[in-house]
């Protein structure tokens, strides 16, 4: 509250000084799509593992939303459709914009849930500073009802359980039974966030509702089905690398990487490259289909917010799973049973195998995205150029979805059954936000 005085004391001066200054303000969907580009920036910057990117992104869509909802005859408040969501009050000053107010508590809770918070403040000021030239009354009222909102919900993300998942226990590895997961070179990380399934969802009942058909049994009996997706693994990685880097699938593998952790040596050291989260090219993804389809900010508003309700299910869901069968990576055993020099060709991120976690976040995602904008929706993406990656073409979300799900298998960090049975998982959350969120009132 002392932060909205000082605000609220600042620009009532500037006020005094352009007291003659008056012309409406309009915010753009690029306002917004600036303002989540920033967020996955500081994500990238500040390295946010792929669960907790997703939860970064889904409250500061919500919170923008509701702002947004509870003034408009088109859109539909979460009170009362998520549990134990408060109810917002609409604004009492006619001099705010609900729309600013809006972008406004964006910024504020995505500060709140990044490290550093001073790159979003820059972003931030600089918005305020062309508003106040312009608006300077209305610019003081949306920031006091904006961030009157932000405190507001901030309450309730704050009893999500996440804060007190930051205290919990590390993953035990088992390293007695060779069928569990085993820290991956080359750094070796402990798994991440063992205890996600304690986040509150949104969508579903429970973290468990959607949980996917079991992995085949483990056995390194040749004739058995787990093997055999384990030497399918192995196989397609040779032909892979025996076809030279611009194979398709070499592509398709690199295009759909989008891990944050991966570790690169240089002589005795070692340090990250950087790079963005499933969630967050999805979340590109979003930014595409709005940009070519000319929506407004209302209706990108709304695509972003129920994309990002999957995408935040979709890893609780997924996650549930992954340390409950606890599954071991192909790279470990094809090194320790098969051929001790094989390599993936990406590197193995660090938590269990089972199932897929691309595939989950992309099933989900990529069914929200069909429900949106329907199927058959063409598009460019290009999401990974500022990471060095050509574009791709698709002819559909779900095409999407399907190549990046297969994308792991390529990559030799997944069987196959992670893979096809994290998009069944997947498209069941995303048909769960698709039917049980009455968002839109046409």
């Known amino acids: 509250m002392k932060a909205i005085k000082l605000i609220t004391t600042l620009i009532g001066l500037l006020f005094l000084f352009n007291c003659g200054k008056s012309e409406p303000i309009e915010i753009s969907r690029e306002m917004y799509q600036a303002s989540v580009d920033k967020v996955t920036d500081i994500m990238v910057h500040d390295i946010f593992s792929p669960p907790v990117a997703s939860r970064i992104y889904v409250y500061p869509n919500i919170t923008a939303y509701e702002i947004m909802a509870v003034h408009s005859d088109s859109f539909n408040s979460f009170y009362g459709q998520i549990k134990d969501f408060p109810k917002i009050q609409k604004a009492t000053d006619p001099n705010v914009n609900y729309d600013m ?77 060779v069928s569990r997961w085993q820290p991956t070179p080359p750094a070796y990380m402990d798994g991440i966030e063992p205890a996600w399934n304690k986040i509150r969802t949104l969508a579903m009942e429970s973290p468990d509702q959607f949980r996917p058909e079991e992995h085949p049994e483990f056995s390194l009996e040749e004739e058995s089905q787990f093997y055999q997706e384990l030497q399918e693994v192995y196989e397609i990685g040779n032909s892979i690398r025996g076809g030279g880097d611009e194979s398709e699938q070499m592509e398709i593998a690199r295009f759909w990487d989008c891990n944050p952790y991966v570790s690169v040596n240089r002589g005795h050291l070692m340090f990250a490259k950087k790079k963005i989260t499933p969630g967050a090219h999805w979340i590109g993804i979003t930014e595409i289909a709005c940009r070519q389809s000319d929506y407004n900010f209302e209706e990108t508003l709304y695509a972003y917010t129920k994309t990002s309700i999957a995408l935040f299910d979709g890893f609780i869901s997924c996650w549930d799973e992954k340390y409950r069968s606890n599954l071991v990576r192909p790279e470990t055993l094809i090194n320790n049973f098969i051929d001790d020099q094989w390599e993936p060709i990406l590197q193995t991120p660090p938590f269990p195998e089972y199932p897929s976690g691309h595939s989950v976040v992309s099933g989900a995602a990529s069914t929200v995205l069909t429900s949106i904008f329907g199927d058959n929706y063409k598009f460019h993406d290009d999401t990974e150029e500022p990471y060095g990656l050509p574009a791709r073409d698709f002819t559909s979300f779900n095409a999407a979805a399907d190549e990046a799900a297969m994308s792991r298998l390529y990559g030799g960090i997944h069987y196959m059954a992670a893979c096809k049975n994290g998009l069944v998982q997947g498209r069941k959350v995303g048909d769960l936000v698709v039917n049980k969120f009455k968002m839109k009132n046409f």
Do not use: C
Not at 122 to 148: C, H, M, T, V
């Open 101 to 177: 107010a809006a972008l406004i508590a964006h910024m504020e809770v995505s500060k709140r849930l990044i490290f550093s918070e001073q790159m979003m403040e820059e972003f931030r000021d600089s918005l305020y500073n062309i508003w106040e030239k312009k608006n300077p009354k209305s610019l003081e009222a949306s920031i006091i009802y904006g961030l009157q909102v932000a405190d507001e919900i901030a309450s309730w993300i704050d009893q999500d359980m996440y804060k007190q998942t930051r205290t919990m226990p590390k993953f035990t590895v088992n390293t007695e039974e």
